[in-house]
């Protein structure tokens, strides 16, 4: 019997002050998948994510990747399973005076030598991948440009080439398209699919807009107030299931 990719058995997560931004969840992923999570404003959206990887702790629960666990880990194991986790931030985290090569190349600081990577100082496979990857988001001729010299759009694909030097098993986006115009939004999540299709790189994608979830994903999680009140294909998402979502008439 094979192992989900990922596997979160009653996550939760209490803030200080008694916020609780994760009611338990339960939720497996199979490899290959890409599902986009839908919901509100403090839906808790992005704590979910943040918790599969650890970026903020968990209250309650376990969470397995490819069946090691990773609420317990140690600080060696989590850098290692941290590796085959790509992330992808709304607000891009790129080092802005920084060149699009360089940040494209802090992708791989994990698998690095220490003191190449303090001399910025890189293996010539992965000067060979960074610009493949470059030349995949439509870059390459912006290699040597400063991160803070994009357009969004642009920055986001840095941040995606940046996740994908990591060789990911799976890739989380949290709001990657929430700051972008519509048609750059389209863009970077037909990217996303992309991968996902030719790479078979599992996707979990946070998302406000259903028409983009029901465009790349083949499965969505509806998150209310911490729990799961949907969970099931892009074709169930009817007037009735988002006004469950989002407990008004679901944005367009």
């Not at 919901?39 to 943040?50: E, F, H, Q, V």
């Not at 069946?67 to 080092?95: D, K, Y």
């Not at 946070?206 to 911490?226: F, K, Y």
């Amino acid at each position: 019997m094979s192992v989900p990719l990922l596997q979160l058995e009653a996550v939760s997560k209490t803030f200080d002050g008694g916020i609780e931004a994760l009611k338990p969840v339960s939720l497996s992923v199979e490899a290959g998948e890409f599902v986009a999570i839908l919901g509100p404003s403090g839906a808790g959206k992005s704590t979910l994510l943040r918790v599969i990887n650890r970026l903020v702790e968990p209250t309650g629960g376990t969470i397995y990747l490819e069946g090691e666990e990773v609420t317990g880990a140690s600080a060696a194991g989590l850098r290692r399973i941290r590796h085959r986790i790509g992330m992808i931030f709304q607000e891009f985290n790129l080092i802005d005076r920084a060149s699009v090569l360089t940040n494209v190349l802090s992708g791989c600081l994990g698998s690095t030598p220490s003191h190449w990577a303090w001399g910025n100082r890189f293996r010539g496979e992965d000067r060979e991948r960074a610009f493949s990857l470059l030349e995949r988001m439509g870059l390459k001729d912006h290699w040597n440009q400063r991160a803070d010299r994009l357009s969004g759009g642009q920055r986001q694909r840095v941040g995606i080439a940046r996740a994908l030097m990591q060789e990911p098993a799976l890739l989380l986006a949290d709001e990657p398209v929430a700051s972008l115009d519509p048609a750059s939004a389209r863009s970077i999540v037909q990217s996303l699919r992309d991968i996902n299709r030719q790479d078979g790189v599992t996707v979990i994608c946070n998302l406000h807009q259903p028409e983009l979830a029901r465009a790349c994903a083949g499965r969505v999680l509806g998150l209310r107030a911490g729990r799961a009140v949907y969970d099931g294909p892009p074709e169930g998402l009817e007037d009735s299931t988002l006004e469950s979502i989002y407990q008004t008439p679901a944005p367009a």
